[in-house]
């Protein structure tokens, strides 16, 4: 029998990319996951896809007060939250010195103040309650290196791996583990706009993008959700038990420190 075999498993942005694939993993394990998407309808088509122990619900991760009233419906309705995957993020792209405030706040606001409210509220309720809880953050290879035509997008995943750390420390004495994945160049719906927006700022074809981060990637292939997907279920295993305020690069070796 899995080690999640009942738990209470909540992901953000858990209907499409990276998301989905951590609810798959841990849905096969047995857990009762619920999906919390700016996408309610998606997310219940999804639930209903999967069947038993899924389970949907809407979330904007920029309000706390819609935070909240799902975590506080997840808690109704499971008795509880063992494991929390906050993974809802955005991206655009765009030359730095052509930036605007939208474009920044809609990455900081999603990437950034989203994981910041999402792990604070379900923070609370593992303190209340002393369940030795455990989070783990999508980040972003752009959280450990700078990336062009991202720098917006980079600054929201490098304050991702700050609250991180400084979290896990807080929380460490009290047993509660948090942890982020930082995944490379992933095929995801994200990535398909990504190419066509890096293309048409840098006069190359999407397909050439693409090739490019092949190229990049010392193992070859693009990267799929479900190699993000085990990472994370690993970071909230009894395997990684001694584990805290880590950034993981799941990125086919192109970072590796």
């Known amino acids: 029998m899995s080690e999640?075999?009942?738990?209470?498993?909540?992901?953000?942005?858990?209907?499409?990319?990276?998301?989905?694939a951590i609810v798959r993993e841990f849905h096969r394990e047995g857990a009762r996951v619920t999906i919390l998407d700016l996408n309610p309808e998606r997310a219940a088509a999804f639930a209903a896809e999967l069947g038993e122990r899924a389970f949907s619900g809407p979330v904007d991760v920029r309000d706390r007060a819609s935070v909240q009233a799902a975590v506080d419906s997840v808690i109704a309705q499971q008795g509880g939250i063992d494991i929390l995957c906050a993974n809802a993020g955005v991206s655009t792209m765009q030359k730095s010195v052509d930036l605007t405030d939208?474009?920044?706040?809609?990455?900081?606001?999603?990437?950034?103040?989203?994981?910041?409210?999402?792990?604070?509220?379900?923070?609370?309720?593992?303190?209340?309650?002393?369940?030795?809880?455990?989070?783990?953050?999508t980040a972003s290879l752009a959280a450990k290196v700078g990336a062009p035509l991202l720098a917006h997008y980079s600054a929201s995943k490098f304050a991702v791996l700050g609250w991180t750390q400084g979290l896990a420390k807080e929380l460490a004495p009290v047993g509660i583990r948090v942890n982020a994945v930082c995944p490379g160049f992933?095929?995801?719906?994200?990535?398909?706009?990504?190419?066509?927006?890096?293309?048409e700022l840098r006069g190359m074809t999407p397909e050439a993008v693409r090739a490019e981060?092949?190229?990049?990637?010392?193992?070859?292939?693009?990267?799929?959700?479900?190699?993000?997907?085990?990472?994370?279920?690993?970071?909230?295993?009894?395997?990684?038990?001694?584990?805290?305020?880590?950034?993981?690069?799941?990125?086919?070796?192109?970072?590796m420190d």
């Open 213 to 255: 981060y092949v190229s990049l990637t010392p193992m070859g292939r693009i990267e799929e959700p479900e190699d993000v997907a085990v990472v994370v279920k690993f970071l909230a295993s009894d395997g990684a038990r001694f584990m805290t305020g880590q950034g993981i690069n799941v990125t086919g070796g192109i970072r």
């Open 102 to 137: 939208e474009d920044w706040d809609f990455n900081m606001d999603v990437n950034a103040k989203g994981i910041f409210i999402t792990n604070q509220l379900v923070v609370r309720h593992f303190l209340a309650t002393g369940k030795k809880g455990v989070i783990v953050n």
């Open 4 to 20: 999640f075999n009942g738990k209470s498993v909540v992901v953000t942005g858990g209907a499409s990319g990276i998301g989905a």
């Open 186 to 199: 992933v095929r995801t719906s994200m990535q398909e706009r990504e190419v066509i927006w890096e293309g």
